[in-house]
């Protein structure tokens, strides 16, 4: 009996761990991006992202339309030709320093609010390098989400 119970909680946590692999970010590659009821162009149109480079979360896929949730939890599908692999993230905790380097001591440059968009530029274990709003600096990877 205790065989079939662990048996069944490893493949459960095998489970969940490859569906936690296959999601992924991508960001909306132009300022106006349909975000449908369904995965095709028939489906009536959910909303209208105004925001390039907004990171999204690719849940599912069917033939040329992504699934995606947003920063806002806000889901449906995005044909693929709307999406790119640039790196971007949304900030995720109130006040967030930018730094001049990627360490606490070094000269703090801006703060900026949860939700303002980051454009990566790249990433050394906790730290990003990013440019929002005319600054240029470093970040805690973990106030970020998205492509990082």
């Known amino acids: 009996m205790f065989k079939i119970f662990l048996t069944i909680i490893i493949s459960y946590f095998h489970f ?3 569906l936690a692999q ?3 970010y991508l960001t909306l590659r132009s300022d106006t991006v349909n975000l449908r ?3 095709s162009f028939e489906h009536p149109i959910k909303l209208i992202y105004k925001k390039k480079f907004l990171p999204v979360l690719i849940i599912d896929k069917s033939y040329n339309f992504r699934k ?3 920063h806002e939890n806000n889901s449906g599908w995005i044909h693929i ?3 790119s692999k640039k790196k971007a ?3 995720t905790k109130e006040k967030t ?3 001049k380097k990627n360490s606490e001591y070094s000269k703090p440059l801006a703060l900026i609010e949860k939700g303002k968009l980051c454009l990566v530029k790249k990433c050394k274990r906790k730290w990003c390098k990013i440019e929002t709003g005319g600054f240029s600096g ?3 990877k973990e106030n970020l989400k998205g492509r990082l």
């Open 68 to 70: 995606i949730i947003d």
């Open 16 to 18: 969940s761990t490859l």
């Open 89 to 91: 993230a949304v900030n």
């Open 22 to 24: 296959n999601n992924y």
């Open 81 to 83: 030709s709307q999406l």
């Open 97 to 99: 320093v930018i730094f």
């Open 138 to 140: 470093w970040v805690e």
């Open 37 to 39: 009821q369904g995965p």
